[in-house]
């Protein structure tokens, strides 16, 4: 499995940024997809997360109406969308992806397969 991220920059408070990751390597449909977040000097958390077979997703409540995920499967890409975003927001993103499992359950945990990760910097 093989994922790679791309779209993280320096943006203002209140911009937008979109994070892209195209994977490759997975099987089948049992699996999902998700974002994580590594703030500076912290732990990787889940931000968002979306179940491959039916496109049900899952956020974090600091998240939520501000961000969202969506998928390409003609290109087998996983999109972030990020709004409005805050200071606390800056920090490394990481794509994720893990078999047998649902957004909502993958959000919770730290998934098998991770990607190099792209770097988001939202100034006050």
């Known amino acids: 499995v093989h994922l790679v991220e791309s779209g993280g920059g320096l943006v203002q408070a209140g911009g937008s940024l979109r994070l892209s990751c195209v994977t490759s390597g997975l099987t089948g449909d049992d699996y999902a997809l998700g974002w994580y977040h590594q703030a500076p000097g912290k732990g990787r958390k889940g931000v968002a997360c979306i179940t491959h077979d039916d496109d049900s997703t899952d956020y974090k409540n600091s998240v939520k109406g501000r961000f969202t995920i969506s998928r390409d499967k003609d290109t087998n890409t996983v999109f972030l969308q990020m709004n409005n975003l805050k200071p606390e927001d800056t920090g490394i993103y990481y794509c994720?992806?893990?078999?047998?499992?649902?957004?909502?359950?993958?959000?919770?945990?730290?998934?098998?397969?991770w990607g190099q990760g792209t770097q988001v910097t939202v100034s006050s």
């Open positions: 994720a992806a893990n078999y047998h499992l649902t957004a909502m359950s993958m959000c919770e945990i730290l998934p098998d397969y």
